[in-house]
């Protein structure tokens, strides 16, 4: 898996419980916290997956990082494929 779909893994571990993941903001400290990869590595991360319209990006009194339905999408996409590989191990 590409690195920043982890971080998108990472987003999405974060909101998936919420009743509304898309709408809810995610801390960049949530992300940092759940991760390996050093802070530059995640914005870059970040950029991409924004890009990509996976994410939106929104500052306000602090950076926070919403999951787009495209996001959740792709996660659940990403998570199926590499569950139907580890089968076929």
């Known amino acids: 898996m ?3 779909y982890q971080t998108l893994q990472t987003i999405y571990e974060i909101v ?3 009743a509304q993941p898309t709408t809810f903001l995610c ?3 949530d992300i940092i ?18 890009l990509e319209k996976l994410i939106v990006i929104k500052k306000l009194d602090r950076v926070v990082v919403c999951i787009t339905s495209a996001g959740i999408e792709t996660v659940q996409s990403l998570s199926y494929h590499q569950h139907q590989h580890s089968d076929q191990a």
Do not use: F, N, Y
Request: proline share 4%; no cysteine.
């Open 27 to 29: 801390t960049t400290r």
């Open 16 to 18: 998936k419980d919420d």
């Open 2 to 4: 590409a690195p920043h």
């Open 33 to 50: 916290l759940r991760q390996v990869a050093g802070w530059s590595s995640i914005e870059k991360h970040l950029e991409l997956l924004e």
